[in-house]
């Protein structure tokens, strides 16, 4: 199978390059770096020393035989783009070309603008090159179960059926997104949405729940396939984040209460499921909607499993309540369905303490590459842009 993987410099893009080039797939990855370029802009950094791609797909040609073709160029370029599509001609494309952070968005009108043209535009600028020049390629897009928000209702797999005044019919359902960034992913859903119905393309939206842990079977043969770790206020997701505060000497962040509750799943099911995906497409002219999600935990039960397994490798962690940046729900329901994938053969790799610990130790081998300026959030949603004070609210006593 030809297989187009657009971020594929980025967290998940370069390991899903490997995984699918391991299996004998023809793989192709497009990228600009517009994720390391934000890092620089933000003082950041992975806390991994993740090589250049070029660099990378020498070691992976090296290690093992295998290659992948390289593009470079921003997907917002429509000639760009076209072309690669047009000479590529995907099978399926695996979308993650996007800017993935909530924070980021937040800062200002002029990070919203930067984030919306990114995202929607880019995709906008793939679903027309898919119409014109591959219109029976498979487009796998990842989404977010950001889009939904936190009902107070149990959230179907993108679509429910709904009678109103004696008529019934079946419907997307209402989105509550939380952010600028989430917004965008919206918008992408109803781009997409809409062009399967008018052109009969076919795609998989994945609204994919908080991914963790940086190892799978491919970036372990050589430290220089690893793929980046990030902790950041912008880019760090919350168990990688709290891994790294930690080791780090800074309180574990709970925003407010800690109860937020949130899917998640580890790195090594994402490649499950976006290959799950890729290779049972939809019929053409259908947008089928997957829940991309293993386990859900409150931030809290997160920062409980990083204590303990902390404990374990020698380190004391103080798990603190900030001042919630966020405009959001501290207590909630949550129940969304996730039966899609699993009913395509999703094999789930559960959280458990032993795994923590291994991603705890990752991160006190890199620990000298901590930049520890730019962990504790300081972007606040409600006024925009950046706070230099942070207040902790509350300590745990003897959590």
């Not at 971020?7 to 390059?17: H, M, R």
């Not at 760009?80 to 993935?100: A, K, L, M, N």
């Not at 909630?332 to 996730?338: A, I, Q, S």
């Not at 504790?376 to 230099?388: A, K, L, M, N, S």
């Amino acid at each position: 199978m030809r297989i187009l993987i657009l971020g594929g410099d980025g967290y998940l893009g370069w390991p899903t390059a490997m995984y699918f080039s391991k299996r004998g797939h023809t793989v192709g990855v497009v990228d600009n770096f517009t994720r390391r370029m934000m890092h620089l802009e933000r003082g950041s950094d992975s806390l991994t020393p993740i090589r250049s791609l070029q660099t990378r797909v020498e070691a992976w040609r090296e290690v093992t035989g295998c290659d992948v073709e390289t593009f470079i160029g921003d997907i917002k370029d429509w000639y760009f783009i076209s072309g690669v599509i047009r000479d590529f001609q995907p099978d399926t494309i695996v979308h993650y070309g996007e800017i993935p952070s909530a924070p980021y968005s937040m800062i200002d009108v002029h990070h919203a603008v930067q984030v919306h043209e990114n995202n929607v535009n880019g995709t906008l600028n793939v679903l027309w090159a898919m119409h014109e020049f591959a219109p029976d390629a498979h487009l796998v897009k990842l989404g977010t179960m950001g889009e939904y928000g936190t009902p107070n209702v149990d959230i179907p797999e993108g679509y429910f059926t709904i009678d109103y005044n004696g008529r019934t019919d079946t419907l997307p359902f209402p989105k509550q997104p939380g952010s600028f960034y989430h917004l965008t992913k919206v918008h992408d859903s109803h781009n997409i949405m809409f062009a399967c119905k008018i052109w009969g393309l076919r795609a998989t939206d994945l609204n994919q729940g908080v991914v963790y842990g940086i190892e799978t079977d491919e970036s372990n043969l050589d430290d220089r396939l690893l793929t980046r770790f990030d902790y950041d206020e912008s880019f760090g997701t919350a168990l990688n984040r709290f891994c790294v505060q930690a080791v780090a000497g800074i309180p574990l962040t709970l925003f407010g209460r800690g109860q937020q509750t949130r899917g998640y799943l580890n790195i090594r099911d994402t490649l499950q499921c976006i290959e799950l995906s890729t290779l049972n497409p939809p019929e053409p002219g259908k947008m089928r909607v997957f829940n991309q999600w293993v386990e859900h935990f409150s931030v809290m039960d997160l920062a409980k499993h990083v204590k303990k397994a902390a404990r374990e490798v020698g380190i004391d962690v103080t798990i603190a309540h900030y001042r919630n940046p966020r405009v959001e729900a501290e207590e909630h329901y949550y129940n969304p369905d996730h039966t899609g994938l699993f009913d395509l053969g999703l094999k789930p790799h559960y959280l458990s303490d032993s795994l923590v610990e291994s991603v705890i130790r990752r991160v006190v081998q890199y620990q000298d590459r901590i930049v520890k300026d730019s962990i504790v959030p300081r972007i606040y949603w409600e006024r925009g842009g950046t706070d230099d004070y942070v207040e902790i609210v509350e300590v745990e006593d003897g959590a």
